[in-house]
């Protein structure tokens, strides 16, 4: 079937550029989503990008969709501790479901 | 406050004792789905619902039922329960847009079936 793939892990020193890269096979999808879990806590929607757009910027947030390549990438700059926590990649498809990868846990190092 | 309410957030319960989850949400969504969350396999869905009455089967419905009598209600009932349902358990709810309507989550409910 069709699958959305992150790499499981990433580790950064606080203050660098964080990015966490994502691929997607569904060619219908209309709108791609990053959510942030924090432990204990449910997913938060961080920002999303609509299929036909390659790039949104919100603060400290940019969003890069290569959609020849099905490619979505989150880089967060200047990386803070209270940035630790798993980012999950979501793609929405036809039929209004989401479909997510397996989440990409992001280490801060002080 | 605008929010999906799951209950209970923990749950330890013995193989075969039939239990509920209860999920609510305030926002007046049609669409709620119910999703479980396993290491490495993120999340994946259970049953999801798009209006009251309206229940369709996600990617691993086996060993659960729904119902959804009133819009704002979408309980999880496992009629049976078995060790590898022991996972963390989600709620989501959405507007039906077909555009930019995120998922909004519950906070969770941690299962452990003995």
């Known amino acids: 079937g069709e699958d959305v793939e992150q790499s499981l892990f990433l580790s950064v020193r606080e203050g660098d550029s964080s990015v966490i890269n994502c691929t997607y096979t569904d060619s219908s999808s209309t709108y791609l989503y990053w959510y942030k879990q924090e432990p204990g806590a449910g997913l938060q929607l961080l920002t999303y990008i609509f299929s036909n757009m390659d790039m949104k910027q919100d603060q400290r947030l940019t969003v890069l969709l290569n959609k020849k390549d099905k490619h979505l990438s989150l880089r967060i700059a200047d990386t803070q501790t209270g940035d630790s926590a798993i980012y999950f990649c979501?793609?929405?498809?036809?039929?209004?479901?989401?479909?997510f990868g397996a989440g990409t846990r992001l280490t801060v190092k002080p | 406050e605008a929010q999906v309410t799951q209950n209970p957030r923990y749950l330890i319960t013995v193989t075969g004792k039939k239990l509920t989850v209860t999920c609510s949400q305030n926002m007046n969504h049609e669409y709620m789905s119910w999703y479980r969350q396993d290491p490495g396999l993120g999340l994946r869905q259970i049953y999801y619902?798009?209006?009251?009455?309206?229940?369709d089967k996600g990617d691993v419905p086996e060993g659960y039922k729904v119902s959804r009598k009133e819009k704002r209600n979408f309980p999880l009932i496992l009629e049976s329960p078995s060790p590898n349902q022991t996972s963390l358990y989600f709620c989501a709810s959405s507007l039906i847009s077909g555009g930019g309507s995120p998922l909004h989550f519950g906070n969770g409910t941690r299962l452990t079936v003995t």
């Open positions: 979501a793609e929405r498809i036809e039929n209004n479901d989401m479909r």
């Open positions: 619902s798009m209006n009251v009455e309206v229940t």
